[in-house]
């Protein structure tokens, strides 16, 4: 019966750790989805998962994306665009951080997936 104990312990912790291996975010921290309106409010560097269009590009990286909520202005390094191209109404799951500047909030996009 202890060798079970210490074989599921085992199995956990070397689960747990290879699921939060990857993860981007500081100290393994896994952010929740939330809303556009929330996101707005959060402090800088915050990690957020949003859900939503991308409504129009704005520039090279800086995109209109919108979700039930709201609007916010994304941004999306060149180098991620040139795996995977955005268009208008492209349903899309953005992981990043909260910009916050003096005034304008924004998300800096680390990653992305497309629905």
Excluded at 78 to 95: S, T, W
Excluded at 100 to 114: D, I, N, Y
């Amino acid at each position: 019966m202890r060798s079970l104990h210490l074989s599921l312990a085992t199995l956990l912790t070397i689960g747990t750790t290879a699921l939060f291996a990857d993860s981007a975010w500081p100290g393994n921290v896994k952010p929740k989805r939330i809303s556009v309106k929330h996101a707005l409010k959060l402090q800088d560097d915050t990690p957020v998962v949003l859900d939503g269009t991308i409504i129009k590009q704005l520039d090279e990286e800086h995109f209109l994306f919108q979700d039930r909520t709201g609007k916010i202005i994304v941004e999306i390094d060149d180098d991620l665009l040139e795996k995977r191209p955005l268009k208008p109404r492209q349903k899309v799951r953005l992981f990043g951080e909260v910009d916050k500047e003096l005034h304008k909030t924004t998300v800096e996009v680390e990653h992305f997936t497309t629905r």
